[in-house]
C-alpha cells in the first residue's frame, strides 16, 4: 500500500485553508473578548445603577417616615401612605432613633395621611409605641378619621391605654399641657402677635 505525497497545489490550498481557519478563529476570539469587555462595562455600570437606587430609596425612606422635634422633649412622627410589614418595621425604627435623638418625653404619631388602618396596621403601630414607651416616651395618636375609626371599632381593634387626640393641633397642645408648658404673649410680642412657649 503506497501513500501518495501531496502536490504542491494541494499543499498551498490546505495551508490556505488553514490559514482561513486560523482568521476566523482570530476573529471569533477577538469577538469573545469584545463581548466580555462589553459584559464587565454593563456589571460594572450595573452596580452603579443599583447603588444610585439603594441611595435613592433610603432617601425615600428617610423622607417617608420624617421624625420633627416640635419643641423641647416633644417629636412628631406623620405618617403617609399605606403600612406594610417592611414600612412598620422602618417606622419603628424611626421611632425609636427619634425618642433617643431628641430625648422625647412626648412622641405624637399623626395617621391623618394612612388611608386605611385594619388590625394588621394597627397592630404595628400598637407594637412601636410600646417599644417607645419602653424608652420612656409617652406616645399620641392623632388623625384618626371617622371612617378609620368606625372600621377600628368593626374590626375589633383595640387601643389599650394609648392616648388619642383629634388632630395634630389637640395633640400638640395636650403634649404642653402634660409637660407643665404652655402657649403664652409677651408683652411687647402681644403687640406683635408673636406667641411664644413658656
Same mark, same amino acid.
Given at each position: 500500500?503506497?501513500?501518495?505525497?501531496?502536490?504542491?497545489?494541494?499543499?498551498?490550498?490546505?495551508?490556505?485553508?488553514?490559514?482561513?481557519?486560523?482568521?476566523?478563529?482570530?476573529?471569533?476570539?477577538?469577538?469573545?473578548?469584545?463581548?466580555?469587555?462589553?459584559?464587565?462595562?454593563? @456589571?460594572?455600570?450595573?452596580? $452603579?445603577?443599583? !447603588?444610585?437606587? =439603594?441611595?435613592?430609596?433610603?432617601? *425615600?425612606?428617610? &423622607?417617608?417616615?420624617?421624625?420633627?422635634?416640635?419643641?423641647?422633649?416633644?417629636?412628631?412622627?406623620?405618617?403617609?401612605?399605606?403600612?406594610?410589614?417592611?414600612?412598620? @418595621?422602618?417606622?419603628?425604627? $424611626?421611632?425609636? !432613633?427619634?425618642? =433617643?435623638?431628641?430625648?422625647?418625653? *412626648?412622641?405624637? &404619631?399623626?395617621?391623618?395621611?394612612?388611608?386605611?388602618?385594619?388590625?394588621?396596621?394597627?397592630?404595628?403601630?400598637?407594637?412601636?409605641?410600646?417599644?417607645?414607651?419602653?424608652?420612656?416616651?409617652?406616645?399620641?395618636?392623632?388623625?384618626?378619621?371617622?371612617?378609620?375609626?368606625?372600621?377600628?371599632?368593626?374590626?375589633?381593634?383595640?387601643?389599650?391605654?394609648?392616648?388619642?387626640?383629634?388632630?395634630?393641633?389637640?395633640?400638640?397642645?395636650?403634649?404642653?399641657?402634660?409637660?407643665?408648658?404652655?402657649?403664652?404673649?409677651?408683652?411687647?410680642?402681644?403687640?406683635?402677635?408673636?406667641?411664644?412657649?413658656?
Amino acid at each position: 500500500m503506497s501513500t501518495q505525497e501531496p502536490t504542491r497545489e494541494e499543499l498551498i490550498t490546505e495551508i490556505d485553508s488553514l490559514r482561513r481557519r486560523v482568521a476566523e478563529l482570530e476573529a471569533d476570539l477577538a469577538h469573545r473578548r469584545q463581548t466580555e469587555e462589553a459584559l464587565r462595562a454593563s @456589571e460594572s455600570t450595573l452596580r $452603579a445603577i443599583t !447603588t444610585e437606587q =439603594q441611595l435613592l430609596i433610603d432617601g *425615600i425612606r428617610a &423622607i417617608s417616615t420624617p421624625v420633627i422635634p416640635v419643641h423641647d422633649e416633644i417629636i412628631v412622627l406623620p405618617l403617609v401612605g399605606s403600612i406594610d410589614t417592611a414600612r412598620a @418595621e422602618q417606622i419603628m425604627e $424611626a421611632l425609636l !432613633t427619634g425618642v =433617643q435623638s431628641f430625648a422625647a418625653e *412626648i412622641v405624637i &404619631i399623626d395617621i391623618t395621611g394612612v388611608p386605611l388602618v385594619d388590625t394588621a396596621v394597627a397592630n404595628h403601630l400598637i407594637q412601636a409605641m410600646r417599644a417607645a414607651t419602653l424608652l420612656g416616651a409617652h406616645c399620641v395618636l392623632v388623625g384618626i378619621s371617622a371612617e378609620v375609626a368606625q372600621l377600628m371599632v368593626q374590626l375589633g381593634v383595640y387601643l389599650g391605654n394609648i392616648t388619642t387626640c383629634s388632630n395634630l393641633q389637640a395633640g400638640i397642645s395636650y403634649a404642653l399641657d402634660r409637660l407643665g408648658r404652655v402657649i403664652t404673649l409677651r408683652e411687647e410680642e402681644a403687640a406683635a402677635g408673636v406667641a411664644l412657649l413658656a
